[in-house]
């Protein structure tokens, strides 16, 4: 997904993406 490539693998909320890990 372009979730994983956007954010970091981690999914840190402080990034502003999804609070959850990208898979």
Not at 1 to 23: K, L, N
Request: proline content about 13%; aromatic content about 4%.
């Amino acid at each position: 997904e372009y979730r994983e490539r956007s954010a970091p693998i981690r999914g840190d909320v402080g990034h502003g993406r999804r609070p959850h890990p990208a898979r």
